[in-house]
């Protein structure tokens, strides 16, 4: 381009410059974040957007009670005293199922029949041991008659009846041991049930081998008689005591169910550092809800931590070495506290100085509330 002379030139070239410096440094419009902050009137706090609240989760700190509630998985089972085993009691082979997981049974009725060579001997030894009765009672009146009309002794009626006690105590035991196997004739075995109850599990598989040292066949359980098993750390074992109060959770249900604990395990799980604790429900009416196998959460009381205790997710680390809280000091207004803390314990954690009873604390949104103090720095 020709410039009629080098002044002119120079001043069309700085309008320019300073045209587009203007255009470039306007800044596009952009909505404002609910988080961004504003400046508050007092040092050291920090003051939001009320949009911004409903991120918020604040919660009033308090003197610590005697007791806290701790949550622990569990599932529902069948008492241990109402539930029932079926196995076999010879060596067989299942041939036939009369009973599946599920079925209500009475007291009874037939659940597997079984066919095994050992029946046939059983049942024979039965049958022989009832003939020598027969036998010895026959003898024992035959000695009691002569020794009555003078032409028998003694020691001969007293032998037939000391050989008639031992027949009876042999038909006894053979007929126990007849009645445990079941009923049936020749080399079939028919299990029934030994209560009423629901099948809560079935091991009987057609064809399949069972022994009397294997798995039960069948087990029979009270579906009114169920408990509520928890899965307690051991931390949380310590003070829980039999007779204090529970609340069970389960999701087919809307509200809580009260319980009690009956029953607190001796024995860890290796695996999980985990104790059985069972728990028995308040209600005395059986609930059709409750079914074995379902999957609850129970709370159980356990003695707190003396003072105060926040939840640990209202902590924020600075620095890697300071521990900070939000407290809430107006309406939308918070300050950062210093705190010095204690041991942690079941998601809490105990508050040595820098809090007091009534404060309100940030226990869930302490970053978003961190990220805008970190903007007016």
Same mark, same amino acid.
């Given at each position: 381009?020709?410039?009629?002379?080098?002044?002119?030139?120079?001043?069309?070239?700085?309008?320019?410059?300073?045209?587009?410096?203007?255009?470039?440094?306007?800044?596009?419009?952009?909505?404002?974040?609910?988080?961004? $902050?504003?400046?508050?009137?007092?040092?050291?706090?920090?003051?939001?957007?009320?949009?911004?609240?409903?991120?918020?989760?604040?919660?009033?700190?308090?003197?610590?009670?005697?007791?806290?509630?701790?949550?622990?998985?569990?599932?529902?089972?069948?008492?241990?005293?109402?539930?029932?085993?079926?196995?076999?009691?010879?060596?067989?082979?299942?041939?036939?199922?009369?009973?599946n997981v599920g079925?209500?049974?009475?007291?009874?009725?037939?659940?597997?029949?079984?066919?095994?060579?050992?029946?046939?001997?059983?049942?024979?030894?039965?049958?022989k041991a009832e003939?020598?009765?027969?036998?010895?009672?026959?003898?024992?009146? %035959?000695?009691?008659?002569?020794?009555?009309?003078?032409?028998?002794?003694?020691?001969?009626?007293?032998?037939?009846?000391?050989?008639? %006690?031992?027949?009876?105590?042999?038909?006894?035991?053979?007929?126990?041991?007849?009645?445990?196997?079941?009923?049936?004739?020749?080399?079939?075995?028919?299990?029934?049930?030994?209560?009423?109850?629901?099948?809560?599990?079935?091991?009987?598989?057609?064809?399949?081998?069972?022994?009397?040292?294997?798995?039960?066949?069948?087990?029979?359980?009270?579906?009114?008689?169920?408990?509520?098993?928890?899965?307690?750390?051991?931390?949380?074992?310590?003070?829980?005591?039999?007779?204090?109060?529970?609340?069970?959770?389960?999701?087919?249900?809307?509200?809580?169910?009260?319980?009690?604990?009956?029953?607190?395990?001796?024995?860890?799980?290796?695996?999980?550092? %985990?104790?059985?604790?069972?728990?028995?429900?308040?209600?005395?009416?059986?609930?059709?809800?409750?079914?074995?196998?379902?999957?609850?959460?129970?709370?159980?009381?356990?003695?707190?931590?003396?003072?105060?205790?926040?939840?640990?997710?209202?902590?924020?680390?600075?620095?890697?070495?300071?521990?900070?809280?939000?407290?809430?000091?107006?309406?939308?207004?918070?300050?950062?506290?210093?705190?010095?803390?204690?041991? $942690?314990?079941?998601?809490?954690?105990?508050?040595?100085?820098?809090?007091?009873?009534?404060?309100?604390?940030?226990?869930?949104?302490?970053?978003?509330?961190?990220?805008?103090?970190?903007?007016?720095?």
């Amino acid at each position: 381009m020709f410039y009629p002379n080098k002044a002119a030139g120079s001043l069309l070239v700085a309008c320019c410059l300073t045209a587009g410096l203007t255009a470039c440094s306007k800044p596009d419009p952009v909505k404002p974040s609910p988080a961004a $902050p504003v400046h508050s009137q007092v040092p050291g706090q920090l003051k939001i957007q009320p949009a911004s609240m409903k991120m918020l989760d604040i919660q009033t700190v308090k003197d610590m009670q005697d007791t806290q509630t701790a949550w622990a998985p569990a599932h529902i089972a069948f008492r241990d005293d109402q539930v029932t085993a079926v196995n076999a009691q010879v060596s067989a082979r299942v041939v036939e199922i009369h009973a599946n997981v599920g079925d209500v049974v009475k007291q009874g009725s037939p659940l597997v029949t079984l066919a095994s060579p050992e029946a046939v001997r059983i049942r024979y030894e039965l049958s022989k041991a009832e003939v020598g009765y027969q036998v010895a009672l026959t003898e024992t009146k %035959r000695q009691q008659a002569m020794y009555e009309k003078n032409v028998g002794t003694q020691v001969d009626k007293l032998a037939a009846e000391a050989r008639l %006690r031992e027949a009876e105590q042999e038909m006894e035991r053979a007929r126990r041991t007849v009645g445990l196997m079941g009923q049936g004739k020749n080399d079939r075995i028919v299990i029934s049930a030994p209560r009423t109850g629901v099948i809560a599990s079935r091991n009987a598989t057609i064809g399949a081998t069972v022994e009397p040292t294997g798995d039960p066949l069948f087990v029979i359980g009270d579906p009114k008689a169920v408990w509520v098993v928890a899965e307690v750390f051991e931390n949380d074992l310590t003070g829980m005591r039999v007779g204090a109060p529970a609340q069970i959770e389960l999701s087919s249900m809307s509200s809580l169910v009260s319980g009690k604990i009956q029953r607190i395990g001796a024995v860890l799980s290796a695996e999980t550092r %985990r104790a059985p604790v069972f728990v028995t429900l308040d209600s005395d009416k059986p609930l059709p809800e409750l079914r074995p196998g379902m999957l609850a959460r129970v709370g159980l009381q356990v003695p707190s931590q003396p003072g105060m205790v926040i939840p640990l997710s209202a902590v924020l680390i600075k620095d890697e070495r300071r521990s900070i809280v939000y407290v809430q000091t107006g309406e939308n207004t918070f300050e950062a506290r210093d705190v010095t803390l204690g041991a $942690p314990s079941r998601g809490n954690i105990a508050v040595i100085s820098g809090l007091k009873p009534g404060d309100r604390v940030v226990v869930r949104g302490g970053l978003l509330l961190d990220g805008a103090a970190s903007q007016l720095l």
